[in-house]
């Protein structure tokens, strides 16, 4: 009898263990389901362009029929929302599905640790929509302030700030940077009257990479740009019109992007897992939960490194967790 094995989440993670399970499992009886609530997978990776208007939505959406067409894997658009993990069973609304095992892929979501007003009034880039709302207002604001007559109201439309100097938060200052020169030019607004601004608690931009590669993109950002970086301060709180910073001051702008940090799916709230830092699901060296046949993978698991830190949430951690985690679903299988 074929085992079952059910993926939830279409997202980096989900996809890799889908493909790596169907290319090395041909000589197995498996019967591989992919469940997403999108008929397609985005390029989380590139949303920021979408966002700077460098592309198109489209560009960013790839067709999950695409992906597994010379497969054998199951695509299935639900919204799973419901988990027994000792009744071996995920659910929707409408639809059951039973597993012999099962893959946990369900990502992330922007993490606002608490931060008085940011949810309401800032904008987060974890998805297309998110990407195509920020496109949209950064428009609407040079619109605006082409023909406010108000300093003050005009200052605030053209200040935009990003929260966060990892990946995605530096990615997505240089696009403004890039895009706000045409800007300028279509509403006959000098550059200089409009502001960048990028804020991170921490003491140094992109504090993953080397000192030096660090170093190199905050003098590009700068001198390049014409971005202003603040450092070792955080985000306090947020208003419609104004950021207020942990060093006590307060900008002015309409805008706030909070690209700083994420948290795991807000569907492990009701799972019986223990969890790790920002609500990650806890595993063991091989991807496992606590139930030897489920396994978390990518932004929503907890591996940890040789320092028992656990990996960051990134696309190489989803994609090298998705294939061990298939290789070792195989291995349990064949006895390994």
């Known amino acids: 009898m074929a085992k079952r094995i059910v993926i939830v989440g279409a997202g980096y993670a989900g996809i890799e263990a889908a493909l790596k399970l169907y290319k090395k499992g041909r000589k197995d009886d498996l019967d591989i389901t992919i469940i997403d609530r999108n008929p397609y997978h ?3 990776t590139e949303i920021h362009e979408v966002a700077g208007n460098r592309v198109s939505e489209d560009t960013v959406k790839v067709p999950l029929a695409d992906v597994f067409r010379n497969t054998n894997v199951n695509v299935v658009l639900d919204n799973v929302d419901k988990f027994d993990f000792e009744g071996k069973k995920v659910a929707s609304a409408t639809h059951e599905y039973p ?5 946990l892929a369900i990502g992330s979501t922007p993490n606002y640790f608490g931060i008085p007003g940011l949810e309401e009034h800032g904008f987060p880039l974890w998805s297309v929509e998110d990407a195509m709302r920020i496109r949209d207002h950064i428009e609407r604001c040079f619109f605006k302030a082409a023909t406010e007559p ?59 990479l080397c000192d030096q590669n660090s170093r190199k993109a905050h003098e590009y950002m700068e001198k390049k740009l014409g971005v202003e970086i603040i450092l070792s301060t ?17 900008i002015g702008t309409h805008t706030l992007i909070w690209a700083a940090g994420v948290r795991a799916s807000d569907d492990v709230e009701n799972m019986d897992v223990e969890k790790a830092n920002s609500r990650r699901l806890s595993v063991d060296d091989y991807c496992r ?16 490194d040789e320092k028992g830190k656990p990996y960051p949430a ?23």
């Open 99 to 103: 597993y012999d095992y099962l893959i």
């Open 314 to 336: 990134m696309v190489e951690t989803a994609l090298q967790t998705a294939e061990g985690a298939a290789h070792n679903i195989l291995a349990s299988i064949r006895g390994g």
């Open 42 to 44: 985005t390029l989380l």
């Open 150 to 208: 108000d300093e003050e109201r005009r200052r605030k439309l053209l200040t935009f700030m990003v929260g966060g100097a990892g990946f995605t938060g530096v990615e997505m200052i240089g696009e403004l940077g890039q895009w706000v020169k045409k800007l300028c030019r279509q509403h006959r607004i000098p550059r200089s009257e409009v502001r960048l601004v990028l804020v991170d608690m921490l003491d140094c931009v992109l504090s993953n």
């Open 289 to 304: 939960t606590k139930y030897e046949n489920v396994y978390a993978i990518g932004d929503v698991g907890a591996l940890k």
């Open 234 to 250: 955080a985000v306090k709180s947020v208003t419609e019109d104004s950021v207020e910073l942990g060093n006590g001051t307060t």
